[in-house]
Each structure stands twice: as C-alpha cells, then as structure tokens.
Antibody, heavy 120, light 106 residues
Framework: QVRLQQSGPGLVKSSQTLSLTCVISGDTVSSISAAWTWIRQSPSRGLEWLGKTYYRSSWYSDYAESVKSRISINPDTSKNQFSLHLNSVTPEDTAVYYC??????????WGQGNLVTVSS | SYDLTQTPSVSVSPGQTASITCSGDKLGNRYVSWYQQKPGQSPVVVVYQDDKRPSGIPERFSGSSSGNTATLTISATQEMDEADYFCQAWDTNNVLFGGGTKLTVL
C-alpha cells in the first residue's frame, strides 16, 4: 500500500517561499509508471493541479501555467521523497496543499494535506 | 481554457439513486475520474477511466461518459456517501477538476 506523508510550515509570509515535502512509502519516486504531483484546494479556486515530477530515463517536471514562473517540484531519491517550492507567495496562495500519486489513470494515493496560510 | 462544470448540490433519499454530472466540451473524448471527499479528509478516487472502479470501492458506484457529459451514479445511496464529489480530466499538459458537487443524503 502506498502512503504519502506531508510536512512543512503552516504559515508563510507574503513574498516568501512556501516549501513542503512529501515522503513516499510503498513506492519509489523513481518509478517509471507514476508521477508525483502537488495539488491545492481553496474555497475560491477549488482543486487546482500545480505540477508534477517524474522519471522516464531522465527527470522531468511539468507545471500549471498559473504558477509556472514561481514553482519547482524536485525529487530526492536518497530520501524517497519530493518537494514543492512556491516563491513570491501572496494571500491568494493560502490553501490546503496535497501531494498525490498520478498513476496515469487517476490520482490514486493522496497525502493528508497541509493547510498553508500566507500572511500579508 | 477548458472547463469542467458540475451542479453545486444534489440531494437524495437513502436507498435511492444519485446522479452527479460533469460537463465539458467533447468530454467524452477524454478519460474522466471521480473523487469523493468527506469533511477534513483527502480526496479518494471512486471511478477512473470513465467507468472503472478501484479495488475497495463499493459496486454501487459507477461511471459513464458520452458526448459532453460524464456521470457518476451511486445506486442504493447510503448516509455514508454524503460528501463532495469532484470530476477530473486531463488536458494538454494540464489537469482539470470540476468545481465539485455536494451530495446530501436525507
């Protein structure tokens, strides 16, 4: 059974960088059949896919246009985890952030979610 | 941009059938997944590839898709099915979610 355990601060100041980590158990971040994603949820924006990282002989990352200039998602093979970094945050980035596994068919495993509040 | 539209709320009596729809241009040409989310919990996939059910999901959950509309059907609805339901599809280099439907069982 795949398990995703998230960690990171719950409060970030405006203009700073939001950083979260997702530790994977029961699978590997280097899996060639999965992608590792970050999704956020807020009352104003609903569920919003932010991006993913995946390994297919080389490492790749894809990002949503809405955050492309501010985001990076990076794998850490030594710790079997991946991270989200979102810079220049504003109060509009306040949301519950989830990591999830993209099996190619669905988002089949999700982390527990982290509420991140951006203070102005 | 491509959007997925869901009715904000649906009510159903216990034991009856609930239908939740998701609409988008030529949605029938894309695979759709459905997620159930209960308060304070992470989403759980209940249908993927339009009509496939993950292991552990009760048979009363089923999906279909045609034309511009995908439908999640819950037969013999139980009180435990009360939750928010979201549809999801892939677009070119992007992932789309519907706005969600709150299912009330009363």
């Amino acid at each position: 059974q795949v398990r995703l355990q998230q960690s990171g601060p719950g409060l970030v100041k405006s203009s700073q960088t939001l950083s979260l980590t997702c530790v994977i158990s029961g699978d590997t971040v280097s899996s060639i059949s999965a992608a590792w994603t970050w999704i956020r949820q807020s009352p104003s924006r609903g569920l919003e896919w932010l991006g993913k990282t995946y390994y297919r002989s080389s490492w790749y990352s894809d990002y949503a246009e809405s955050v492309k200039s501010r985001i990076s998602i990076n794998p850490d093979t030594s710790k079997n985890q991946f991270s989200l970094h979102l810079n220049s945050v504003t109060p509009e980035d306040t949301a519950v952030y989830y990591c999830a596994r993209d099996s190619g068919l669905s988002f089949d495993f999700w982390g527990q979610g982290n509420l991140v509040t951006v203070s102005s | 941009s491509y959007d997925l539209t869901q009715t904000p709320s649906v009510s159903v009596s216990p034991g009856q059938t609930a239908s939740i729809t998701c609409s988008g241009d030529k949605l029938g040409n894309r695979y759709v997944s459905w997620y159930q989310q209960k308060p304070g919990q992470s989403p759980v996939v209940v249908v993927y590839q339009d009509d496939k059910r993950p292991s552990g999901i009760p048979e009363r959950f089923s999906g279909s898709s045609s034309g511009n509309t995908a439908t999640l059907t819950i037969s013999a609805t139980q009180e435990m099915d009360e939750a928010d339901y979201f549809c999801q599809a892939w677009d070119t280099n992007n992932v789309l979610f519907g706005g969600g439907t709150k299912l009330t069982v009363l």
